[in-house]
T-cell receptor, first 115, second 116 residues
Framework: DTGVSQDPRHKITKRGQNVTFRCDPISEHNRLYWYRQTLGQGPEFLTYFQNEAQLEKSRLLSDRFSAERPKGSFSTLEIQRTEQGDSAMYLC?????????????FGPGTRLTVL | AQSVAQPEDQVNVAEGNPLTVKCTYSVSGNPYLFWYVQYPNRGLQFLLKYITGDNLVKGSYGFEAEFNKSQTSFHLKKPSALVSDSALYFCAVRDKSGAGSYQLTFGKGTKLSVIP
């Protein structure tokens, strides 16, 4: 069990640029989640996949954000036209479908800084 | 809507003393409750969860949590604190009757400092 991995761990970008983050869940975990965490706050839910289907999206996920999980394995989160307010830690979690509630296991996160 | 409150931003406790980190929740139905711990520059690590039944839940690293439905609380406890327990602790809730919603709602976190 190698755990959830995320790449890159850190990303610095200029306002207006596009960025893409990758998440590799624990193998055989069919559920995948994205959260955003800002300084001094707990993680806030962004979106959830079961296999390749995106089943839930938060109102936080504006039109500039898009997430995919094309083959039901890894996932990508893209932010277009980044803004300074997008600076945050982006956390990915995965879980295995089973008797509820699933336990979500988190990756180390990608820290985004928008200059 | 579901929400979590962690009323203490910081808790200080001497090594060897018992520790408590407080959490209260609000859901429309019955809750699933979780505790996670976050070390600097690392993701969240799962400690324990409450599903149903016994109000005292035992988890990793000697931690336990007590569910109290009447007080809508789920406080994290440990009988004897270690310096290595110093970290940021998050309580989270998910409504059992969430109609398929799997999102967790987290509190703002409580920073635990164990003083040698």
């Amino acid at each position: 069990d190698t755990g959830v991995s995320q790449d890159p761990r850190h990303k610095i970008t200029k306002r207006g640029q596009n960025v893409t983050f990758r998440c590799d869940p624990i193998s055989e975990h069919n559920r995948l989640y994205w959260y955003r965490q800002t300084l001094g706050q707990g993680p806030e839910f962004l979106t959830y996949f079961q296999n390749e289907a995106q089943l839930e999206k938060s109102r936080l996920l504006s039109d500039r954000f898009s997430a995919e999980r094309p083959k039901g394995s890894f996932s990508t989160l893209e932010i277009q036209r980044t803004e300074q307010g997008d600076s945050a830690m982006y956390l990915c979690a995965s879980s295995l479908r089973g008797p509820p509630p699933d336990t979500q296991y988190f990756g180390p996160g990608t820290r985004l800084t928008v200059l | 809507a579901q929400s979590v409150a962690q009323p203490e931003d910081q808790v200080n406790v001497a090594e060897g003393n018992p520790l408590t980190v407080k959490c209260t929740y609000s859901v429309s139905g019955n809750p699933y409750l979780f505790w996670y711990v976050q070390y600097p520059n690392r993701g969240l690590q799962f400690l324990l969860k409450y599903i149903t039944g016994d109000n005292l839940v035992k988890g990793s690293y000697g931690f336990e949590a007590e569910f109290n439905k009447s007080q809508t609380s789920f406080h994290l406890k440990k009988p004897s604190a270690l310096v290595s327990d110093s970290a940021l602790y998050f309580c989270a809730v998910r409504d059992k009757s969430g109609a398929g919603s799997y999102q967790l709602t987290f509190g703002k976190g409580t920073k635990l400092s164990v003083i040698p």
